[in-house]
């Protein structure tokens, strides 16, 4: 959370978040208490809803937590896994036909709200407010985690919509995951807004699992969307900053390691839609204090962004 505040954003996204209580269907009844459990085999035990911690926090009004998976760890080495739904997500959002589909379904689907596993997935927080949301879950890759991805559409202080997307891709070691997901994502961002809805453009951020030279990043380039750090005016003029973001304390799968962010695993695209330029301004990786270090093994990416006449 200090991290997040240091940073200032209006808007964040985050990955690998956790949610141990129980969704609040209905604003009347009241969800019972879960102890604490640890989610994934590295997590410590608790029976917090991350996201909407870190946003009470640091004064974020609007958020919305998209699961993944539901999880629980049987012990050090083993976790049991459920599928998520929609009626897994939670936050504070202003789409009430989310909310009253969500209520639809709880009697239909039989959403088991005594269910003692936790929530793992991912999060974006906002100071202006989600007037809508959209999901969507990746095929999954063999045996291994399923991923998603989550838009929320943000009504901007000088009344421009814009689209925000977060994505969390899987870790293949030669890209094979990442690069199937990344053509499913791409097809998700062109579904958003419609031919009915007037947004300015799609900003898509999150933790690709994928060094620069990978087939999934060359496909999301490729479908038309900027790589903001390489059209972003601070790194013009020749710079030779590579955008390194992993890992952030030298170390790598908890061993010591010789690098501190030797590679670049994370980043920010923009597509405009509607014609209405958006223009970054700036974008650097935040490495001014130690806590960066310590919130997480990958150091955050901050980009300025001038939308309309914002």
């Known amino acids: 959370a200090r991290v997040i505040g240091e940073g200032n954003a209006q808007i964040v996204c985050l990955q690998e978040v956790e949610a141990n209580v129980p969704v609040i269907i209905s604003r009347v009844t009241s969800p019972p208490p879960m102890i604490p459990i640890r989610t994934r085999i590295w997590s410590s035990p608790h029976n917090d809803d991350q996201t909407a911690a870190i946003a009470s926090q640091v004064g974020f009004k609007y958020h919305a937590f998209a699961p993944a998976i539901r999880s629980r760890a049987s012990s050090r080495c083993k976790e049991m896994h459920e599928f998520a739904s929609n009626l897994d997500v939670s936050g504070e959002f202003d789409d009430e036909v989310w909310r009253k589909k969500c209520a639809a379904d709880y009697e239909e689907e039989q959403y088991d709200i005594n269910n003692t596993m936790g929530r793992f997935g991912i999060a974006i927080l906002s100071k202006y407010p989600i007037v809508q949301i959209r999901t969507h879950q990746y095929q999954r890759y063999k045996r291994k985690t399923i991923r998603n991805a989550i838009a929320c559409l943000v009504s901007l202080p000088n009344n421009e919509l814009l689209w925000v997307v977060n994505t969390h891709l899987g870790c293949h070691f030669i890209g094979k995951e990442q690069n199937e997901q990344a053509k499913e994502l791409i097809a998700f961002v062109g579904s958003l807004g419609g031919k009915s809805q007037t947004t300015c453009g799609v900003i898509l951020c999150g933790d690709f699992n994928s060094p ?99």
């Open 212 to 310: 620069p030279v990978l087939s999934s990043i060359r496909t999301i380039r490729q479908s038309g969307m900027r790589d903001v750090w390489h059209q972003s005016f601070a790194n013009k003029k020749g710079s030779l900053q590579i955008g390194g973001t992993f890992p952030s304390n030298a170390r790598v799968l908890g061993m010591p390691s010789c690098f501190r962010k030797w590679i670049r695993l994370d980043y920010i695209f923009l597509l405009e839609k509607s014609g209405k330029e958006i223009v970054c301004k700036c974008v650097h990786v935040q490495d001014d204090s130690y806590l960066c270090s310590l919130a997480s093994d990958h150091l955050p990416v901050h980009a300025v962004f001038l939308v309309g006449s914002l």
